[in-house]
Nanobody
Framework: QVQLVESGGGLVQAGGSLRLSCAASGRTFSTYAMAWFRQAPGKEREFVAAISWSGGSKYYADSVQGRFTISRDNARSTVYLQTNSLKPEDTAVYYC?????????????????WGQGTQVTVSS
């Protein structure tokens, strides 16, 4: 069982940055692939970024490639999402996800564990 708690969201102007964090409980954090998803009002939850258990493989949605960076610290059982050059269309609730499979963690239908989400609002 893995419990995930996100933090770091907030209100920021367009062009600004935020660093989201996701703290995981459990002693097996280092064996899980981790991901970030987001959901804007009236829209479906969408994949943002994923990282393998070792951090050696990373994947990004086209919409955030070059602006967002996912990373992890297994000693702290935490995964991060550095968001730069934020746009109003990045406004959403951002969710942390965990799964034993790097393939499954990129699909919202297959994720094993979800956090409660953190709100990111980007003003124009």
């Amino acid at each position: 069982q893995v419990q995930l708690v996100e933090s770091g969201g907030g209100l920021v102007q367009a062009g600004g940055s935020l660093r989201l964090s996701c703290a995981a409980s459990g002693r097996t954090f280092s064996t899980y692939a981790m991901a970030w998803f987001r959901q804007a009002p009236g829209k479906e939850r969408e994949f943002v970024a994923a990282i393998s258990w070792s951090g050696g493989s990373k994947y990004y949605a086209d919409s955030v490639q070059g602006r967002f960076t996912i990373s992890r610290d297994n000693a702290r059982s935490t995964v991060y999402l550095q968001t730069n050059s934020l746009k109003p269309e990045d406004t959403a609730v951002y969710y942390c996800a965990a799964d034993s499979s790097l393939v499954a963690v990129r699909s919202k239908e297959n994720v094993d564990y979800w956090g409660q989400g953190t709100q990111v609002t980007v003003s124009s």
